[in-house]
């Protein structure tokens, strides 16, 4: 297999894999063996595309592929049981249909009035017989393509920990049966929030990747952006929904300015503000006043979403409103305090009131077992020691910054910023 071929099957399937999944889904009404029918089609892929090229549409091949193989499962159960009861509740009842009247059924299915089956892929994944953690992993590993090792960095876990709560997941909800539908009712606000936490890990992955060449990776950004837009109207008077939608917009209005022309970092408080999206900044605001409206600002992402419009607000840089990101980030500290928030607040305090005052905090947060592998955690110590003047330290700091970093533009950025100090020490 050429590298160009195997380059182009990776982004494929990395871009398609969580559709191909859901469309099976929706056949079989099984999430364990949707993705198992989708990895035979990308089998067939690695097999057929070397020898006869990649199609045109690869996306669609890849999922006509995987429902092929969906029917032909289907066709055996329905040899060996006598009829289609692994296709789900909505066509129970055709159990006598040909495979052209089943794929016409499909499609009626689909004409309903959510019609996504993304969307309920989430919800299914989502499920309240998983837990929390597993709901979330298993999400990210289906919706976002994300491999475990990516899962267990956003969570700062062990990744055969995440790989055993994917595989239990999967299990468990085949032996529980559960739909592949969307909830109503209760059952919609009760898996609202993890579905939210999933969506905006399936965006951070794509704004800052762990791993990999690239820093960003806009698939994965555009899909979380446009699973947030759709929760908003499904649940149009759920604040936090509005307030996710709002914090995601405000940091999507500054990809084209988070990179130069080879593809380097640029961080924000040295970025174009030029090259910010202006549409976005305006939907961002416009739904952060609405999750205002609806919850007075007092959930967790629209709190998030408050500290990115002051960011999106200030004309130049200098222009930031640290003292209020600071006060904003002692109220999310307050509702949902973390290793990371108390992180981001030190940044703020650093800006505000200086970078000793900002210190005093990192020097408490660097014993926290949680972010000893977290190399933003070195980045901002090094930041500070610089600004400090404590130049060795400074160096040292953003040195091991690099070595923790898994993401090749950020172990560059890291390094660039060691070598920036040069190599003398502080007088």
Request: charged share 25%; with cysteine.
């Amino acid at each position: 297999m050429t590298s160009a071929t195997h380059q182009a099957i990776n982004a494929v399937w990395r871009i398609e894999s969580a559709r191909i999944v859901a469309g099976v889904a929706h056949l079989v009404r099984d999430i364990g063996l949707a993705e198992e029918l989708a990895q035979d089609a990308l089998v067939a892929a690695l097999e057929y595309w070397p020898t006869r090229g990649v199609p045109d549409n690869a996306g669609a091949w890849l999922m006509a592929t995987a429902k092929n193989r969906a029917l032909d499962h289907l066709r055996r159960q329905k040899v060996l049981q006598g009829k289609l009861a692994q296709i789900g509740q909505d066509l129970e009842a055709q159990e006598a249909l040909t495979v052209p009247d089943f794929v016409d059924a499909l499609d009626a299915a689909r004409a309903d009035e959510i019609g996504d089956d993304l969307l309920r892929l989430i919800f299914t994944a989502c499920h309240p017989v998983l837990s929390t953690e597993a709901r979330v992993a298993l999400t990210l590993k289906l919706l976002g393509g994300l491999s475990t090792h990516e899962i267990a960095r956003a969570f700062l876990v062990a990744e055969p920990t995440v790989a055993q709560r994917i595989v239990r997941a999967k299990r468990t909800l085949g032996e529980a049966g559960v739909p592949f539908e969307l909830p109503r009712g209760d059952a919609l606000g009760e898996r609202l929030g993890s579905v939210l936490e999933v969506v905006y890990l399936i965006f951070n992955e794509g704004y800052t990747a762990t791993a990999g060449d690239d820093w960003m990776r806009p698939e994965l950004t555009q899909e979380a952006l446009r699973l947030g837009r759709m929760l908003a109207e499904l649940a149009p008077e759920a604040s936090e929904v509005h307030g996710l939608v709002a914090l995601m917009e405000l940091q999507a209005s500054r990809a084209a300015a988070r990179t130069d022309t080879a593809g380097r970092p640029v961080l924000l408080l040295e970025q174009d503000r030029n090259r910010w999206d202006p549409l976005l900044i305006r939907r961002g605001l416009a739904a952060l006043a609405r999750a205002e409206a609806l919850g007075h600002g007092d959930g967790s992402y629209a709190l998030q979403a408050a500290i990115a419009a002051c960011h999106a607000r200030a004309r130049v840089a200098a222009d930031t409103d640290w003292p209020r990101i600071v006060g904003l980030y002692e109220r999310l500290a307050r509702l949902a305090p973390s290793p990371v928030v108390e992180l981001n607040r030190a940044v703020a305090v650093g800006m505000a009131q200086g970078p000793a005052a900002a210190l005093d905090i990192v020097d408490a947060l660097r014993g926290d077992k949680s972010l000893q592998s977290y190399q933003w955690l070195a980045a901002v110590h090094g930041d500070l020691l610089a600004r400090l003047g404590r130049v060795g330290e400074a160096r040292a700091a953003f040195e091991r910054a690099a070595a923790l970093a898994h993401n090749t533009r950020e172990r560059e950025l890291m390094l660039a910023r060691a070598q920036a100090l040069g190599d003398g020490e502080e007088p």
